[in-house]
């Protein structure tokens, strides 16, 4: 019975997320007191905590509770994935992106997408590349691939800014060495003279 009255709340907090905060809030409260352990729960109050009130480590500790009770539901690790990069937790994001590799039923192409856009923040274009390349092999809809797409021309767009920047830096006139044996400052001063 209290499965079941914590779904019930759950169904009512994800009905009222995002667009009424209070009543998804009291909601989930309501679940997690009928159900601490249920992950969905977890997962919603994770979200709130990072996207709404900005309070990562409050959401990292839903996340990790969420994993702890089941390692095997494959809607936590996109969310919990993205919050790691985000702040920048870039080593345990590799971490959860190789485990959720192996969890049964995982997005594929969703997890490709978040190793895509981990390399992205690191600024390693050329490997974000080849994994958005392998996020469009492993999409089922149409409109995936085009968000893919989009996020493809926005990595390249990055990439050739850092490439231009390294020509730039590269192509950089330096100032020829002197052989004079006058010092630098009598030589422009002499020059200011004339």
Not at 62 to 89: G, H, K, Q, S, T
């Given at each position: ?15 009222a997320y995002p667009y ?62 993205r919050l790691l990069i985000?702040?920048e937790d870039f080593d ?103």
């Amino acid at each position: 019975m209290e499965a079941n009255t914590s779904n019930l709340y759950l169904f009512k907090a994800l009905e009222a997320y995002p667009y009424e905060l209070a009543q998804a809030l009291e909601s989930l409260n309501y679940a997690l007191t009928y159900d601490p352990e249920n992950v969905r729960a977890l997962c919603l109050m994770a979200k709130i905590q990072d996207e709404q009130l900005g309070e990562y480590e409050v959401a990292r500790s839903y996340y990790e509770r969420a994993l702890a009770n089941r390692l095997d539901i494959p809607n936590v690790y996109p969310d919990f994935i993205r919050l790691l990069i985000n702040y920048e937790d870039f080593d345990e994001a590799q971490k959860l992106i190789e485990f959720a590799r192996t969890v049964k039923g995982i997005d594929r192409a969703g997890i490709e997408l978040a190793q895509a856009q981990l390399f992205e923040a690191k600024a390693i274009y050329n490997e974000s590349l080849d994994s958005l390349t392998d996020a469009k092999q492993f999409a089922m809809n149409g409109e995936f691939i085009y968000y893919v797409d989009e996020v493809i021309k926005r990595v390249k767009k990055k990439r050739e800014v850092v490439n231009n920047r390294t020509r730039k830096i590269e192509e950089t006139p330096k100032e020829p060495v002197r052989e004079s044996s006058i010092p630098k400052w009598l030589s422009d001063r002499l020059n200011n003279l004339l």
